[in-house]
């Protein structure tokens, strides 16, 4: 080999060097771009690691979302641009070919002649046919001239990368602006909701209020209508029939009077307005009476109602008694309304609660009635829904939602079991405190029925001595009206004047008292010429016998434990003095003897059908009432026309009278 073709190797050998380290010089760039992802990372990542590798002045890119053109350089500055002012790159844009630019460092004196050339090339990224942006590199060293040539590669490189990442991040930009409508969309529906929800909610409280204001205002008219129809009931002066028309009006009263209250109960829950107001009361007592008049309600219809306690059932508790009995009511009216025949089980029991002093009250009330199908046993605890054939015919649908709401401000819970055609159980559950049955005192007064004194007794003088206004009060509102003499000390002392100076036949006295107590005052009275004459009645609050005890020993004759119930005050007259007392006659039972109908022909239909006829007039309810008269009409025209005409007079006491009649 010759010395030429020797050198000319060697130059060879050295330019494939230089290539080789130009190529590693791309690959290296090439991977440091792709190290990151995300447009604006990969544009500063490129300028930077370009400035790096290569050098330069300045880097510049431009490039297009859309139909924008958007600018970044090396130093940071970025820009959406509106024209491209540098002609070289709008020259790039147009042509979609690379340039380069030489020009000449000339006010340079530290760098020698050799290094005032500079190269700025202006290189179009474009992909197949596609111009994604211009890349511009100013002033180049004149010793990356020859990395030039190797640029396509790098480039075509860049331009897909961009065009990936422009893509990208349009989807992106696109993404986000959805989600953006949407979460404002949403956000609009959620808005409109709540105000919907405001808006109804406030207008439910409104109506609630109103009706519950508006139900009120009715009840107390009612309550008149009914008073007085009562009152003139009793009247010896009316006749018969005028009689029997206050019964309409009465039964009708009380039907309107009890829808009413369904109402505004309702009312009252929705508005929030209901509160439980606990008391100790006599459960025991409750229940029986709730299962007695129930109990008249089940056998009118043939059907047996049976009820079962536990033995360990408390006998008295603190709960809401009036709720517990609206609940008890209302299940068990229910199980009578829905049952047609065989028997309704009433079962109480108990649970063991978290808390020692209280209890779970578990009462289950299980008819053998239509039952209620399992799709409908969700809903018959919304207001005013009914289900089953007839039942629109038989309430409002008030009655369970009441039930429940009651139960559920009571702490407890409700549930049902039920099979079509078998029967349903419903089953609740409440806490209630156990109670002694001191504390059943609280329990309100019987109903007073002692309307006079007998006549031919003498004028009894009671004194009442009690320091507290209301309670002398309501001693002098029980007795006044009877015709006794009454008189009134505040405190011991004035006790022993008055009994001095007026000798009565007896004393109620209070004990706890200022100045002098009562224990004292007795023992002073009795001490007194006459005082052994005069009986003293000892009202007390206390229950201790050791108490009791003392007073006895002063000289108190009885005791009536506070508070008491009027008929006590009664019947501790009657003992200590033997005072007879007139008790309130029982109502008279209208006799009424039919003049349409002829009683042993109407005896003679089926004892089932002359029992429905008698609900449905029990009831006042006008359609089963005509209905059971279609049937009897089929057996009996004669006996249905004086039904008939009954009906149309509204006269149901009429039909009932016949019903009852022997
Ligand atoms: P309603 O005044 O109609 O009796 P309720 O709220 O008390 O209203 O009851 C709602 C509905 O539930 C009733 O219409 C009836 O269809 C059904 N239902 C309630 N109790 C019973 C039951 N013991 N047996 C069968 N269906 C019942």
């Known amino acids: 080999m010759s010395n030429d073709e020797l050198e000319k190797l060697r130059q060879r050998a050295k330019k494939l060097a230089v290539e080789k380290s130009y190529l590693q010089l791309i690959i290296q760039l090439?991977?440091?771009?792709?190290?990151?992802?995300?447009?604006?990372?990969?544009?500063?990542?490129?300028?930077?690691?370009?400035?790096?590798?290569?050098?330069?002045?300045?880097?510049?890119?431009?490039?297009?979302?859309?139909?924008?053109?958007?600018?970044?350089?090396?130093?940071?500055?970025?820009?959406?641009?509106?024209?491209?002012?540098?002609?070289?790159?709008?020259?790039?844009?147009?042509?979609?070919?690379?340039?380069?630019?030489?020009?000449?460092?000339?006010?340079?004196?530290?760098?020698?002649?050799?290094?005032?050339?500079?190269?700025?090339?202006?290189?179009?990224?474009?992909?197949?046919?596609?111009?994604?942006?211009?890349?511009?590199?100013?002033?180049?060293?004149?010793?990356?001239?020859?990395?030039?040539?190797?640029?396509?590669?790098?480039?075509?490189?860049?331009?897909?990368?961009?065009?990936?990442?422009?893509?990208?991040?349009?989807?992106?930009q696109q993404i986000n602006q959805q989600l953006e409508q949407e979460i404002i969309h949403r956000k609009q529906i959620e808005k409109?909701?709540?105000?919907?929800?405001?808006?109804?909610?406030?207008?439910?409280?409104?109506?609630?209020?109103f009706l519950a204001n508006m139900s009120h205002e009715l009840r107390t008219p009612m309550n008149a209508v009914l008073g007085f129809s009562k009152i003139m009931q009793t009247d010896p002066?009316?006749?018969?029939?005028?009689?029997?028309?206050?019964?309409?009006?009465?039964?009708?009263?009380?039907?309107?009077?009890?829808?009413?209250?369904d109402i505004l109960d309702m009312a009252k829950i929705e508005a929030g307005r209901v509160v439980i107001e606990t008391e100790p009361f006599?459960?025991?007592?409750?229940?029986?009476?709730?299962?007695?008049?129930?109990?008249?309600r089940a056998e009118s219809k043939h059907l047996q109602l049976f009820h079962t306690e536990n033995s360990a059932l408390p006998r008295f508790v603190e709960a809401d008694p009036y709720k517990l009995r609206q609940i008890l009511i209302n299940l068990i009216g229910n199980a009578i309304k829905y049952t047609e025949t065989g028997s309704i089980n009433v079962r109480f029991n108990i649970k063991n609660h978290v808390d020692q002093n209280k209890v779970w009250l578990v009462c289950e009330v299980e008819d053998s009635g239509v039952g209620i199908k399992a799709e409908d046993q969700g809903k018959i605890f919304e207001p005013f829904v009914q289900v089953g054939k007839n039942s629109s015919q038989k309430g409002t649908g008030l009655g369970l939602p009441i039930t429940k709401q009651y139960v559920n401000l009571m702490g407890g819970t409700i549930s049902l079991t039920s099979q079509v055609n078998k029967g349903s159980l419903f089953r609740i559950e409440l806490p209630v405190s156990k109670v002694s049955a001191e504390d059943i005192m609280a329990i309100k007064p019987h109903q007073n029925q002692v309307?006079?004194?007998?006549?031919?007794?003498?004028?009894?003088?009671?004194?009442?001595?009690?320091?507290?206004?209301?309670?002398?009060?309501?001693?002098?509102?029980?007795?006044q009206p009877l015709g006794f003499q009454l008189r009134e000390a505040c405190n011991g002392q004035e006790?022993?004047?008055?009994?001095?100076?007026?000798?009565?036949?007896?004393?109620?006295?209070?004990?706890?008292?200022?100045?002098?107590?009562?224990?004292?005052?007795?023992?002073?009275?009795?001490?007194?010429?006459?005082?052994?004459?005069?009986?003293?009645?000892?009202?007390?609050?206390?229950?201790?016998?050791?108490?009791?005890?003392?007073?006895?020993?002063?000289?108190?004759?009885?005791?009536?434990?506070?508070?008491?119930?009027?008929?006590e005050i009664f019947s501790c007259l009657h003992q200590c003095l033997n005072v007879e007392f007139i008790y309130q006659a029982l109502e008279p039972q209208p006799v009424y003897v039919s003049e349409h109908v002829p009683v042993k022909q109407f005896k003679a239909l089926p004892a089932a059908l002359q029992s429905q006829l008698h609900h449905a007039a029990g009831q006042l309810d006008l359609e089963q009432t005509a209905s059971v008269i279609a049937e009897i009409n089929a057996l009996d025209n004669h006996v249905a026309t004086g039904l008939q005409h009954y009906l149309e007079q509204m006269d149901f006491q009429a039909i009932l009278d016949l019903c009852e009649s022997r």
Request: glycine share 4%; hydrophobic share 40%; net charge negative.
């Open 451 to 479: 309307v006079g004194l007998s006549p031919n007794q003498i004028l009894y003088r009671l004194l009442i001595v009690d320091d507290n206004f209301e309670n002398r009060l309501l001693l002098k509102k029980i007795l």
């Open 237 to 261: 002066e009316i006749t018969e029939s005028q009689r029997q028309n206050l019964n309409i009006i009465n039964r009708s009263g009380t039907h309107l009077l009890n829808l009413i209250n």
């Open 30 to 172: 090439m991977s440091r771009i792709s190290m990151v992802s995300g447009l604006e990372n990969t544009i500063d990542n490129l300028l930077h690691s370009v400035v790096d590798v290569i050098g330069g002045a300045n880097l510049i890119l431009y490039y297009q979302i859309d139909d924008e053109t958007f600018y970044t350089d090396v130093y940071g500055k970025k820009q959406k641009l509106q024209t491209i002012a540098d002609p070289q790159v709008a020259e790039a844009y147009r042509s979609g070919l690379p340039t380069e630019y030489e020009h000449h460092f000339k006010d340079t004196q530290l760098i020698s002649a050799e290094f005032t050339n500079a190269y700025t090339w202006v290189y179009p990224l474009k992909v197949g046919n596609q111009l994604i942006g211009v890349f511009k590199m100013e002033s180049l060293h004149i010793a990356m001239r020859e990395l030039y040539e190797h640029l396509p590669l790098f480039f075509n490189y860049i331009a897909l990368v961009l065009k990936n990442e422009i893509l990208g991040y349009t989807r992106l």
């Open 192 to 209: 409109d909701l709540r105000h919907a929800k405001t808006v109804a909610e406030e207008a439910n409280q409104a109506k609630s209020i």
């Open 282 to 296: 006599d459960l025991g007592e409750t229940v029986r009476d709730i299962v007695d008049m129930m109990r008249e």
């Open 495 to 567: 006790a022993i004047e008055i009994f001095q100076q007026w000798q009565p036949h007896l004393i109620w006295m209070d004990i706890r008292m200022p100045v002098m107590g009562g224990k004292e005052a007795t023992r002073q009275i009795k001490a007194l010429p006459n005082g052994k004459d005069t009986v003293v009645v000892a009202l007390t609050a206390s229950v201790f016998e050791d108490q009791r005890d003392e007073l006895f020993k002063a000289g108190v004759d009885a005791f009536v434990s506070k508070p008491y119930r009027i008929d």
